[in-house]
């Protein structure tokens, strides 16, 4: 019985342990360029895929992205967001991508 007890208070403790970790640290990590995070752009163009933002949340991105006055926004069938909004004074056509790139016609 006591080594029964011992065995599973060993086993508990590996367990536990956080050198078992099963993630490698953040710096050998590869980067997932799935979901924009970083509050800037990873593309320079709307880039498709299936979108699960709601047309409140797309409206919000865009707000952060500096953006006011939006509108019009319709999910095309390359599941990005696209409608109308102001920057600077000046409306512009505007995109919003799965990954959370906020993009401007130029």
Same mark, same amino acid.
Request: hydrophobic share 30%; no cysteine; proline share 5%.
């Given at each position: 019985?006591k080594? &029964?007890?011992?065995?599973?208070?060993?086993?508990?403790?590996?367990?536990a342990?956080?050198?078992?970790?099963?993630n490698?640290?953040?710096?050998?990590?590869?980067?997932?360029?799935?979901?924009? &995070?970083?509050?800037?752009?990873?593309?320079?163009?709307?880039?498709?895929?299936?979108?699960?933002?709601?047309?409140?949340?797309?409206?919000?991105?865009?707000?952060?992205?500096?953006? &006011?006055?939006?509108?019009?926004?319709?999910?095309?069938?390359?599941?990005?967001?696209?409608?109308?909004?102001?920057?600077?004074?000046?409306?512009?056509?505007?995109?919003?991508?799965?990954?959370?790139?906020?993009?401007?016609?130029?």
């Open positions: 019985m080594t &029964t007890f011992l065995l599973l208070l060993t086993t508990a403790s590996l367990l342990s956080p050198s078992l970790a099963q490698p640290p953040a710096a050998d990590r590869p980067n997932n360029n799935a979901v924009n &995070t970083a509050g800037q752009n990873n593309s320079d163009k709307p880039v498709s895929g299936a979108n699960s933002f709601t047309e409140g949340q797309a409206k919000s991105k865009i707000e952060e992205a500096g953006y &006011t006055n939006v509108t019009s926004l319709k999910k095309d069938d390359n599941g990005v967001w696209r409608g109308k909004a102001s920057k600077g004074g000046t409306s512009t056509n505007v995109s919003l991508d799965f990954q959370g790139n906020v993009n401007s016609a130029k």
